[in-house]
C-alpha cells in the first residue's frame, strides 16, 4: 500500500493542531504518511486571491516538505470555516466556490476531501452543487437502537458512543456502511494554566454490537476519490 502526501486546513489553533500531530501519533503514521496542517485561517471565498495563494503554498509544503511526492489528498475543515461570509444556498455562491475547490485539484493534482456538516434532518447542508459534484459521499452518524419501545443512543463495552460510516454515493464503486467506532478522549498537552488540552481520536469498537462490521475489514478496496 502506498502512502500520499496530505496537506490539511484546519479551523484550530495552531498550537493545538501542533500538539495533536506530535503527540497523538501511537502507530508512528506521520514517518509513513507525509502530512501537513495549515494553521492559518483559510478564506476561499471573499477575495478570488486567495485561492492561488493557497494553491501556491500546498504546491510549496509538496516541493520542499515531501520532496516533491505526488500529493494525494487536500482536506478542507471545514468547509463552512473555509468560506465565510458565503450563502450555503445561492445558487451562484456556491458555484463560485466549487470552481475554486477545482482550481486546486487541477493546480496540485490532488484530490479535495471536504468536511461538512448536516442539516437538523441529517441531509446535506445547503445548496445540493457541492454534493452533486463529487464522487464519493462518507456519512459519519450517532448509533441508536430500541430498547423497551424506547430510541436509545447504542454504547460498546465500555460505554463509548458507537458511530457509524456509511458510504451513501459513490460514482466508481459500491454504496453502503464502512464500519462502526467510536471517539476516545486523549491529552495533546496543557494550555497556558496548566490544564489538560485534549481532543478526540478514532478507535474501534471493544465489544462488537450484533451485524457491524469492524471498520479496517470493511474498507478495503473503497476507492475514495476526488
Known amino acids: 500500500m502506498a502512502f500520499l502526501p496530505m496537506t490539511m486546513r484546519s479551523a484550530s489553533s495552531g498550537m493545538f493542531v501542533a500538539e495533536y500531530g506530535v503527540v497523538y501519533d501511537p502507530f508512528n503514521i506521520v514517518n509513513e ?10 478564506d476561499l471565498w471573499s477575495d478570488k486571491v486567495n485561492t492561488p495563494n493557497l494553491i501556491s503554498e500546498i504546491l510549496w509544503i509538496a516541493q520542499t516538505k515531501f520532496k516533491g511526492i505526488p500529493l494525494g489528498a487536500v482536506v478542507i475543515d471545514t468547509h463552512n470555516m473555509a468560506t465565510p461570509g458565503a450563502s450555503e444556498v445561492d445558487s451562484k455562491e456556491v458555484s463560485i466556490i466549487r470552481d475554486r475547490y477545482r482550481q486546486i485539484m487541477a493546480a496540485t493534482g490532488a484530490g479535495i476531501w471536504i468536511v461538512g ?6 441531509k446535506h447542508r445547503g445548496n445540493e452543487q ?12 450517532a448509533q441508536t437502537e430500541v430498547v423497551d419501545k424506547v430510541v436509545t443512543t447504542k454504547r460498546d463495552a465500555r460505554g463509548r458512543i458507537l458511530r457509524a460510516a456509511k458510504v451513501i454515493k459513490q460514482r466508481e464503486g459500491e454504496q453502503g456502511p464502512l464500519g462502526e467506532f467510536v471517539l476516545s478522549l486523549v491529552e495533546v498537552g496543557t494550555n497556558k494554566y496548566g490544564r489538560p488540552r485534549t481532543s478526540c481520536v478514532v478507535e474501534a469498537v471493544e465489544g462488537t454490537s450484533a451485524g457491524s462490521v469492524p471498520v479496517k475489514e470493511a474498507v478495503a478496496g473503497v476507492r475514495i476519490s476526488d
Do not use: M, Q, R, W
Not at 33 to 42: K, R
Not at 117 to 122: C, D, R, T, V
Open 33 to 42: 504518511l507525509p502530512f501537513a496542517v495549515l494553521t492559518s485561517p483559510v
Open 117 to 122: 456538516h448536516k442539516n437538523a434532518a441529517g
Open 130 to 141: 457541492l454534493y452533486n459534484n463529487i464522487e464519493t459521499a462518507i456519512d459519519i452518524a
